[in-house]
Nanobody
């Protein structure tokens, strides 16, 4: 499984950004896709995930502000981030989980929320 993520950048507090992540390769084996974030000195943390056929899960800090969605036809998952805060500043990674507990990561994308 290969993941190609796009989006990110510099945004002012209160602004919005949208990430997209396109999966290719053995996509039939994917059972969940989502986004994680990481800041220096901390572990990578879950932001949001879609578990296929089950539902969506969000970190408490982003509930009501971020929305994860999926376009099956495009093998793409999106993360709409609204009302961004400086504490959302991090490197964001797309993740795919596969049957057999496989895990795949896209390249990190930096989000900086600053005025």
């Amino acid at each position: 499984v290969q993941l190609q993520a796009s989006g990110g950048g510099l945004v002012q507090p209160g602004g919005s950004l949208t990430f997209s992540c396109v999966a290719s390769g053995s996509i039939f084996s994917i059972n969940a896709m989502g986004w994680y974030c990481q800041v220096p000195g901390k572990q990578r943390e879950l932001v949001a995930v879609i578990t296929f056929g089950v539902g969506k899960t969000y970190a408490d800090l982003v509930k009501g502000r971020f929305t994860i969605s999926r376009d099956n036809a495009k093998n793409t998952v999106y993360l709409q981030m609204n009302s961004l805060k400086p504490e959302d500043t991090a490197v964001y990674y797309c993740n795919a989980r596969t049957t057999g507990d496989g895990a795949y990561w896209g390249q990190g994308t930096l989000v900086t929320v600053s005025s």
